[in-house]
Nanobody, 119 residues
Framework: QVQLVESGGGLVQAGGSLRLSCAAS????????MGWYRQAPGKQRELVAG???????NYADFVKGRFTISRDAAKSTVYLQMNSLKPEDTGVYYC?????????????WGQGTQVTVSF
């Protein structure tokens, strides 16, 4: 099992910044991907950004140039630096870790942290 604990959400005005953190613990394999998803009210959960254990990153088009994902391998922690926030970035942000074992994919989720961007 893997446990994910998020922190860093909150209320910010449009144009402001927030930094989310997610610490992973438990049975973490050396090869994995950590990322952030978000879910706005009435919408489906969507990928925001991800980073592999060897440092490859990917971003949703709607955050490119504004958000930066990074990870600290020694601490099994992933960060999401969010700049130039927009009201449409409002939602619950979930940390995700996925890894494979015997060709099967296992996904783990954090409890979610609320991000609210006001006009």
């Amino acid at each position: 099992q893997v446990q994910l604990v998020e922190s860093g959400g909150g209320l910010v005005q449009a144009g402001g910044s927030l930094r989310l953190s997610c610490a992973a613990s438990g049975s973490i394999r050396s090869i994995n991907t950590m990322g952030w998803y978000r879910q706005a009210p009435g919408k489906q959960r969507e990928l925001v950004a991800g980073v592999t254990s060897d440092g490859m990153t990917n971003y949703a088009d709607f955050v490119k140039g504004r958000f930066t994902i990074s990870r600290d391998a020694a601490k099994s922690t992933v960060y999401l630096q969010m700049n130039s926030l927009k009201p449409e970035d409002t939602g619950v942000y979930y940390c995700n870790l996925y890894q494979r074992s015997q060709l099967r994919r296992y996904d783990y989720w954090g409890q979610g942290t609320q991000v609210t961007v006001s006009f």
